[in-house]
């Protein structure tokens, strides 16, 4: 376990802390005037090993070599030029901070962080973290990583759990889910989706099947992985065969056949390691995915059809209707697919390097 404290006065700004992986879904911005919970679970932190915030640096700015240099292999809006190494944790973690009135940022409903930090250190005053909760974004804290350093407590931190305890815990997670608006003139306060994580974390995994692809089609397994992959793949993938084939793998599934080319695999939700065959001899392209997305399309949780009637079947514990499905077909998250895409340096094959430029012609087709 590990406690922050800040760098110019040594007072403490965390509670007992216990590092994670940093969430796929960890910068996304979803929708329009949503309300997102909170990003991190409660005592737990994260890192993000790329540089964070303002201030930022237009494309036409950074020298191509210096692009590359940061495993940046094609062209973005703009770049962070802030200090890498942010470390994310959960609001209600923060200890002795205070909030900088003047840096309230260019928010909508909340705070954003775009000015920069906006919270004190309250001994000594000295900026030390970013609290994000406007309106469509997970609510989150920002520490400042040259503001702030990282004591051991208690001489060892957390053992990672095995991918069979992982298993055994199920924590999965379901692809729909209700969505906080701020008001309705319906006189609701939510609505049934897609999940933002799934969202963000099939943009993830969609970049990394256009990689794999090698200019080809490529098939993914049936039922909902099919639905969140294949209208993509097929409509920005050219329609040259022989497909290359894409198959679940990981913990509990068998192993993996001698023709997949693509296996979809788990990370760690821990350490962020990504899931790796027993045989070492494996050539198949690993596609990560989030543990809890993963979990759900192995081992995917049955919905009644029907109210049940009479006694609750076993395993059951209500009987009222399924949560309503959304009412449109799933679309990856623009922001996350793009980021992930040109980190890859397979972007530059000829079948993708036009995608992201076009990327924009193909949220209006409803990809993203």
Not at 162 to 167: C, D, G, P, S
Not at 185 to 199: D, I, M, T
């Amino acid at each position: 376990m590990f406690v922050f404290v800040c760098v110019g006065c040594g007072a403490e700004l965390t509670t007992l802390l216990s590092r994670v992986a940093l969430p796929a879904h960890a910068h996304q911005n979803y929708g329009n005037g949503l309300q997102l919970p909170v990003l991190m679970e409660s005592g737990t932190f994260a890192v993000d090993p790329e540089p964070w915030g303002p201030p930022w640096r237009r494309w036409e700015e950074i020298h191509p070599d210096e692009a590359v240099a940061r495993g940046i292999y094609a062209p973005l809006y703009a770049l962070s030029d802030g200090a890498p190494g942010s470390i994310v944790i959960a609001p209600g973690d923060a200890r002795g901070t205070l909030l900088i009135p003047e840096r309230a940022g260019d928010h909508c409903c909340g705070l954003d962080g775009a000015d920069g930090p906006n919270m004190a250190c309250e001994a000594c005053g000295m900026p030390v973290a970013s609290r994000i909760d406007d309106c469509s974004l997970w609510q989150a804290v920002w520490l400042v990583p040259n503001a702030v350093r990282r004591l051991l407590v208690d001489g060892a931190d957390t053992v990672p759990l095995t991918w069979a305890k992982l298993l055994e815990e199920g924590k999965s997670t379901p692809p729909y889910e209700p969505i906080a608006t701020w008001s309705s003139p319906l006189g609701r306060n939510h609505f049934w989706s897609w999940s933002p994580q799934w969202e963000a974390a099939a943009g993830q995994a969609l970049a990394h099947l256009l990689a794999a692809s090698e200019g080809r089609p490529v098939t993914v397994p049936d039922s909902l992985s099919k639905k969140v992959f294949q209208r993509a793949l097929d409509a920005l993938l050219p329609a040259r065969p022989p497909a290359r084939r894409a198959v679940l793998a990981g913990p509990g599934q068998p192993a993996p056949d001698a023709d997949a080319d693509i296996i979809l695999v788990p990370t760690h939700p821990q350490t962020g390691q990504t899931w790796t065959p027993a045989d070492p001899a494996t050539s198949a392209y690993p596609v990560p995915l989030p543990f809890g997305v993963w979990l759900w399309l192995a081992f995917p949780k049955p919905h009644l059809p029907l109210p049940a009637s009479g006694g609750v079947p076993d395993g059951v514990l209500r009987d009222d209707p399924p949560a309503p499905l959304p009412q449109h077909s799933f679309r990856a998250d623009s922001g996350t697919f793009l980021h992930t895409l040109v980190r890859l340096p397979a972007v530059r094959s000829p079948w993708l390097r036009q995608i992201p430029g076009n990327l924009t012609q193909h949220m209006r087709a409803g990809l993203f």
